[in-house]
C-alpha cells in the first residue's frame, strides 16, 4: 500500500513538483528570514558579546540599553573598586563621533576608549598591526568593516590619519570585531585618547567593567554593587538581554519580520494545501476502488498521511538546502559576515511546515472518508 500511495502521489509529475516547490518556497523564505532576524537582533549586543575580560557591567539606573548611556563621574570607578565581591573594575567610554578623512569626506563611527593600563574590551583577534601599538601618541584601531566602509575597494594601510573633533587620530592596526547592529565603523583607542575626542564636563566614563572575585556568584556581586553604589550593575547576560529586549519591545524589526514570516507561512500553506486538495480529489475513484475492495479507512488515512509527508520532507529539505546555499554565499560579504542559519529557524520552519502538511492532509481525509466505493462504478 506504501507503494501505491507512492505511485498515486508522483502520477501526474507537474502536480507533485507543484507540492513540493510550495513546500521548498515557504521553508526557504521562513527560515531565512527568521535566520536573519534572529542574527540582527543578536548584532544589538555586539559589542557586549565582544568584551570578553569582565563579566560585570556597570552604568547609570536609567539606561534601557548599550547605545543610551549617560556619562558616569570617575568617582564611580572607584566606588565600585570597594564593593566587597568586586576582584577589579576599569573604565570604559563607549560613543558616536564624527571623523573626517584624508580626502575631506565625513563618517560617522562608533569610538571605545579602552583602558589605557589594561586594554580590557580590545578586540580578540587583529588582521594587520599589533594591540600593544595602541600605546602610540593618538593611535587607534579599526575593524574590519569599518576600514572597507570608510576605504573601500582599497588595500590595508596603516598610518592613514583621520581628524576626530580637530584632533588627529592614526590607523595603526585593522581587527574582526562582531558586525555591529548598524554599519558604522568600531575605532578602539586608549581611554585618555579618547578623552581629547570627546568635549565632556569632567563625566566621559560610560560603563565600569568589572570583574567577580573567584568563587563568587556574579549575579549576588552586582547586587551588592547596586546596593553600595546606587548605580546599574548588569552580568554580561543580563545587558545582553536588556538590548535585545529594547530592540524587540521598542523598534519595528519584529513586526516587519513577523510580517515576512506570517506571508511565508500563508503563501505555503496555500499553495501546498490547495494542490494536495486538488490532488486528492482528482484520485478519489482510484481512493473509491481501494475502498471496494476491502481497504479500511485507517489504511486510507495513513496513505494519505505517508502522501502529506513525502511532500514536506522533500520539500522542506530543498527550502533548508537552499537556506544554507544562500548564508553560504553571502558569508564572504562583509555587511552579512556573521549571518547563518539558526537552529531555532531550523527547528522552527520544520514544526510549521509539518502543520501545514497535517492541515492540508486532514483537509484531503475527509473528503476520502466519507466517499461512497460506488463512485468507481459511475461513469
Known amino acids: 500500500m506504501n507503494w501505491l500511495a507512492f505511485r498515486m502521489l508522483t502520477g501526474d509529475r507537474g502536480k507533485y513538483l507543484g507540492l513540493i516547490f510550495g513546500v521548498a518556497f515557504a521553508t526557504l523564505l521562513m527560515s531565512q528570514q527568521v535566520s536573519i532576524f534572529m542574527g540582527i537582533i543578536g548584532r544589538t549586543a555586539s559589542q557586549i558579546l565582544d568584551v570578553r575580560d569582565a563579566n560585570i557591567w556597570v552604568m547609570d539606573n536609567k539606561v534601557r540599553f548599550i547605545d543610551e548611556v549617560p556619562a558616569l563621574p570617575d568617582a564611580d570607578l572607584h566606588r565600585v573598586r570597594g564593593v566587597p565581591g568586586v576582584a577589579w573594575a576599569v573604565r570604559l567610554y563607549k560613543g558616536q563621533l564624527l571623523a573626517r578623512l584624508e580626502d575631506g569626506n565625513s563618517r560617522s563611527l562608533v569610538v571605545l576608549g579602552l583602558d589605557d593600563a589594561t586594554f580590557v574590551g580590545a578586540p580578540a583577534e587583529m588582521i594587520v598591526g599589533k594591540l600593544a601599538d595602541l600605546k602610540q601618541p593618538d593611535a587607534v584601531i579599526i575593524d574590519k568593516a569599518g576600514y572597507e566602509y570608510m576605504w573601500p575597494q582599497e588595500p590595508y594601510r596603516l598610518g592613514r590619519v583621520i581628524q576626530i573633533n580637530n584632533r588627529r587620530a592614526v590607523l595603526v592596526g585593522i581587527c574582526k570585531a562582531s558586525a555591529p547592529f548598524t554599519t558604522l565603523p568600531i575605532l578602539f583607542t586608549k581611554y585618555s585618547?579618547?578623552?581629547?575626542?570627546?568635549?565632556?564636563?569632567?563625566?566621559?566614563?560610560?560603563?565600569?567593567?568589572?570583574?567577580?572575585?573567584?568563587?563568587?556568584?556574579?549575579?549576588?556581586?552586582?547586587?551588592?554593587?547596586?546596593?553600595?553604589?546606587?548605580?546599574?550593575?548588569?552580568?554580561?547576560?543580563?545587558?545582553?538581554?536588556?538590548?535585545?529586549?529594547?530592540?524587540?519591545?521598542?523598534?519595528?524589526?519584529?513586526?516587519?519580520?513577523?510580517?515576512?514570516?506570517?506571508?511565508?507561512?500563508?503563501?505555503?500553506?496555500?499553495?501546498?494545501?490547495?494542490?494536495?486538495?486538488?490532488?486528492?480529489?482528482?484520485?478519489?475513484?482510484?481512493?473509491?476502488?481501494?475502498?471496494?475492495?476491502?481497504?479500511?479507512?485507517?489504511?486510507?488515512?495513513?496513505?494519505?498521511?505517508?502522501?502529506?509527508?513525502?511532500?514536506?520532507?522533500?520539500?522542506?529539505?530543498?527550502?533548508?538546502?537552499?537556506?544554507?546555499?544562500?548564508f553560504i554565499g553571502t558569508s564572504q560579504v562583509t555587511v552579512l559576515a556573521g549571518l547563518h542559519i539558526t537552529w531555532a529557524a531550523f527547528a522552527g520552519t520544520g514544526a510549521a511546515v509539518f502543520f501545514i502538511i497535517m492541515l492540508t492532509s486532514v483537509a484531503s481525509m475527509h473528503k476520502v472518508l466519507v466517499l461512497e466505493p460506488a463512485i468507481v462504478f459511475r461513469g
Do not use: H
Open 193 to 326: 585618547t579618547a578623552a581629547g575626542y570627546v568635549p565632556n564636563d569632567g563625566r566621559l566614563m560610560s560603563f565600569v567593567l568589572a570583574q567577580s572575585s573567584e568563587g563568587l556568584d556574579a549575579t549576588a556581586v552586582c547586587k551588592q554593587i547596586e546596593q553600595q553604589t546606587g548605580l546599574m550593575a548588569l552580568t554580561r547576560e543580563q545587558f545582553i538581554w536588556k538590548t535585545i529586549k529594547y530592540f524587540l519591545s521598542s523598534t519595528g524589526i519584529p513586526v516587519n519580520f513577523g510580517i515576512t514570516i506570517t506571508l511565508g507561512f500563508i503563501v505555503g500553506a496555500a499553495i501546498t494545501g490547495q494542490t494536495f486538495y486538488l490532488f486528492t480529489i482528482e484520485n478519489l475513484k482510484q481512493f473509491g476502488a481501494l475502498k471496494a475492495m476491502g481497504v479500511t479507512n485507517l489504511r486510507l488515512v495513513q496513505m494519505i498521511l505517508l502522501q502529506g509527508l513525502l511532500v514536506g520532507g522533500s520539500g522542506y529539505g530543498i527550502g533548508i538546502g537552499l537556506t544554507a546555499l544562500f
